[in-house]
């Protein structure tokens, strides 16, 4: 008697359509789900554009039609940022006594619905789509804590009401400066110091905390230590015609004098730096641009300072502690998350 052979029949293919169930499911992890990351890294980028457009507008002004919660910008930049040139704007959160921006954006595709994408492998599992969007945060202010990138500090009286003015040649020691200053005489400076704040190790410039005075005075009227990289770099860019500004502290009083002078610091500027002059060597990196066609700006023979203007600037800059707008042109804007 022969033992029947067709029992086993149609095994096989039930193994294979069981086995293609699971190459379906790894198929759609390793197409679907990556594509589902593309898509929101993308929207991601978009999201933290909106936001920082958001926040730069009211930070230079709140009543820009880009500082509101239908900022016309903010979909071009969303749409910028996709590859295929296609996304939405979720929604847009703006608090502006708190300074803060939040974008989220969603995916678009056509003939989907809002915020979602189509998969293809997944619709074997019976997944047609999935929702995607991506969130930033931003805050901006004018800084109250951080490092400042040069270590030189400004009197009130050089900065006040001079924020979007004229070129202006600020020595930083000279008894016949500043004559007009309420702090007295070159804005009260500190008598050996030169304006020189104490720097970080290593760094060129140095720490400042607006609500604690600076204690300590760099002195001697050489250039600072340590900057010959910042000062090389600046000739650089603006050797290049690109615009150099920095974010320096501003003092409205001081005591003491020396190294053991304090300042009381109450603000950040922002300098558009053009020139400078810091020691007596005619070269690179302490020298540039001394001279001008205004006379009244060169800092020649024994001058020290620097030439430039104080302006409005929105700093993209990181590692700073922001507080309200202060009125001396020093704005930061920053992701929060």
Same mark, same amino acid.
């Given at each position: 008697m022969t033992a029947p052979t067709d029992r086993e029949r149609g095994g096989i293919a039930v193994i294979v359509a069981l086995l293609m169930v699971v190459l379906l499911g790894?198929?759609?992890? #390793?197409?679907?789900?990556?594509?589902?990351?593309s898509e929101r890294a993308q929207l991601q980028n978009g999201s933290d554009s909106a936001a920082l457009m958001v926040a730069q507008k009211c930070a230079k002004n709140a009543a820009d039609e880009n500082c509101s919660t239908a900022a016309p910008l903010?979909?071009?930049?969303?749409?910028?940022?996709?590859?295929?040139?296609?996304?939405g704007v979720k929604s847009i959160s703006l608090d502006k006594?708190?300074?803060?921006?939040?974008?989220? &954006?969603?995916?678009?595709? &056509?003939?989907?619905?809002?915020?979602?994408?189509?998969?293809?492998?997944?619709? #074997?599992?019976?997944i047609t789509s999935a929702e995607v969007n991506a969130s930033s945060s931003v805050r901006w202010g004018s800084? &109250?804590?951080?490092? &400042?990138?040069?270590?030189?500090?400004?009197?009130?009286?050089?900065?006040?009401?001079m924020v979007g003015g004229a070129t202006q040649l600020l020595q930083n020691h000279s008894a016949n400066a500043n004559t007009d200053c309420p702090l007295g005489p070159?804005?009260?400076?500190?008598?050996?110091?030169?304006?020189?704040?104490?720097?970080?190790?290593?760094?060129?410039?140095?720490?400042?905390?607006?609500?604690?005075?600076?204690?300590?005075?760099?002195?001697?009227?050489d250039g600072p230590s340590n900057c010959d990289a910042i000062l090389n770099k600046w000739a650089g860019e603006l050797a290049a015609g690109r615009a150099v500004t920095v974010l320096?502290?501003?003092?409205?009083?001081?005591?003491?004098?020396?190294?053991?002078?304090?300042?009381?610091?109450?603000?950040?500027?922002?300098?558009?730096?053009?020139?400078?002059?810091?020691?007596?060597?005619?070269?690179?990196?302490?020298?540039?641009?001394?001279?001008?066609?205004?006379?009244?700006?060169?800092?020649?023979?024994s001058c020290r300072g620097i030439i430039g203007t104080f302006v409005n600037y929105v700093s993209l800059s990181d590692g700073y502690k922001l507080g309200p707008v202060s009125p001396y042109g020093a704005t930061v804007v920053e992701l929060t998350s």
């Open positions: 790894f198929a759609a992890i #390793a197409v679907d789900v990556g594509m589902l990351y903010a979909a071009d930049l969303a749409n910028g940022n996709a590859l295929d040139g296609k996304s006594s708190a300074r803060t921006v939040t974008v989220t &954006t969603g995916a678009k595709e &056509t003939g989907s619905a809002p915020n979602t994408v189509s998969l293809f492998f997944a619709r #074997a599992l019976g800084p &109250t804590e951080g490092t &400042t990138p040069f270590p030189l500090a400004f009197s009130i009286c050089q900065v006040s009401g070159a804005g009260k400076t500190v008598q050996g110091g030169f304006g020189w704040i104490v720097q970080s190790t290593g760094q060129c410039g140095g720490f400042v905390n607006l609500a604690v005075n600076q204690s300590g005075s760099d002195t001697g009227n320096l502290p501003v003092y409205e009083d001081v005591t003491g004098t020396g190294s053991g002078a304090s300042y009381d610091l109450l603000a950040f500027a922002s300098f558009s730096v053009q020139g400078w002059a810091f020691s007596g060597a005619d070269k690179l990196p302490l020298v540039y641009n001394n001279k001008s066609s205004d006379k009244a700006l060169d800092c020649t023979s």
